[in-house]
């Protein structure tokens, strides 16, 4: 299934964003990723974001692959905790999966 993510870091930016394509390539050997690229935080206060898309083909379902980017998430030690305090050391989201929009990229 065609997948589009988006990822998303606004704290240690680029070690953060390099992480997280490591932890997906492993998980997802054909994952490619966009050039990064420094937006304005929509909806917080905090610096500036470094964000880039990946797009992928995996057989997993939906709810698996879902379950997976929230495991690399953890895994970075990111938490809903951190993003109530406008710290987001990852984001990675689902965007696409197949034809089914998932959640609307706002930053593109």
Same mark, same amino acid.
């Given at each position: 299934m065609k997948t589009i993510i988006a990822?998303? =870091?606004?704290?240690?930016?680029?070690?953060?964003? =390099?992480?997280?394509?490591?932890l997906l390539k492993q998980r997802f050997k054909n994952v490619k990723f966009s050039d990064t690229q420094w937006t304005e935080p929509i909806g917080i206060t905090s610096d500036k974001f470094l964000n880039c898309i990946g797009t992928l083909e995996t057989e997993m379902s939906l709810t698996q692959v879902v379950q997976c980017l929230k495991e690399i998430e953890q895994t970075m030690g990111d938490s809903h905790e951190n993003h109530q305090k406008g710290k987001v050391l990852i984001d990675i989201d689902l965007a696409q999966y197949g034809e089914k929009i998932v959640k609307e990229i706002i930053w593109l």
């Open positions: 990822l998303g =870091s606004n704290c240690n930016q680029e070690e953060n964003i =390099s992480k997280a394509q490591t």
